[in-house]
């Protein structure tokens, strides 16, 4: 098929979320937010108290888990069995849960596939960990991006304090620093730049800039 592929892999709270809802708004591309999905079935186990380590709980939790994307205005909204939980998968349990489930091979196996499914004919913009890698393998543009995990956390703590007041800078810069490590650790699809994948670190970049580089990369081929 000849539909556009735009995969944006990186670390955690690095602004991939930020440049591909801005990227897919410009050039009128589907948004899909893959951490999204991992975050919802976090949830899932979380609340019907899943142990990650018995293979049997966790397929039967997948054959349960129905998850839905429904783009408004580019926001991610999900549901998780018809219930909306955009915001609830951003909080703290979610977050401290997330690395854990994301590393089981059979929910990985799972992800990939209904993500596959929905880069199959359409122009999208996915962004994750494996998608250059794993997912899109053969997407004709890849971004890795990256920024100092210290300026990673304040921009990150500047975004929820409000609604967040009792996490500190403290907590938010340990979560980012744990998903860092357990995401280019673990053994099912680590989080590693793709061959192909080209870099952007925009410690110091605004994010019209960063729409600029990537709009760069795109426009050619369209
Ligand atoms: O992108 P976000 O930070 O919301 O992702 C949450 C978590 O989901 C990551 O820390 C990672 O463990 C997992 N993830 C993943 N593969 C993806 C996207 C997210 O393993 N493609």
Redesign the pocket.
Known sequence: SNNIVVAIDGY??CG??TLAKALAKKLQFIYV????M??AVALYFLRNDINSQDAEQVEEALKNIHLNFHSRDYETHITLNGEEVSDEIRLMPVSDK??EV??IKAV?REMVKQQQRMGKSKNIVM?????GTT?FPNAPVKLFMTADPKVRAERRYKEIHDKNPDITLEDIFENIAH?DY??TTRTE?PLVRAADAIILDNTNLTPEQQLEFALGKVEPLL
């Open positions: 955690s709270s991939k979320s937010d893959s951490g999204a991992y975050r997330v690395s994301s590393a990985r962004d994750g960990r494996d998608i997912v998903r357990a995401d699809s």
